[in-house]
């Protein structure tokens, strides 16, 4: 009975921590570096590009009548405490290809 509620206890312990760790640090993809803005190109794959600069903060999708994915645009926004921000977006046809990248100075 006292070691099972040690391993309560433990467990307990972990999930608290992880909530924590969540909640403190959440996860961003922040500002594409311009380094690697223009690594990227048009027709290159989303596997490429989430290789090249990371998950999206951000995903937007245009689908049709039956729910098919027309287009999809990833949205890479900057921190708020930065300062010369800039805020990325790259959109993908139904067959995940990039068709158009963007990038504009984020309003403060």
């Known amino acids: 009975m006292g070691m099972s509620r040690q391993v309560e206890l433990c467990l307990l312990l972990l999930v608290a921590c992880s909530l924590w760790l969540v909640a403190a640090f959440p996860a961003g993809a922040d500002m594409v570096p311009m380094r690697d803005f223009i690594q990227l190109r048009n027709g290159m794959h989303e596997a490429e590009v989430l290789y090249r ?3 999206p903060d951000y995903e937007s999708l245009s689908t049709d009548y039956y729910h098919n994915v027309l287009r ?3 949205h890479y926004l ?3 405490d930065r300062t010369n921000t800039w805020i990325t977006e790259i ?3 139904h067959a995940g290809v990039v068709q158009s990248l963007r990038r504009t100075r ?3």
């Open 53 to 55: 600069i990371g998950a």
């Open 78 to 80: 900057p921190a708020r």
């Open 91 to 93: 959109t993908f046809d």
């Open 106 to 108: 984020a309003r403060k």
């Open 72 to 74: 999809k645009v990833w």
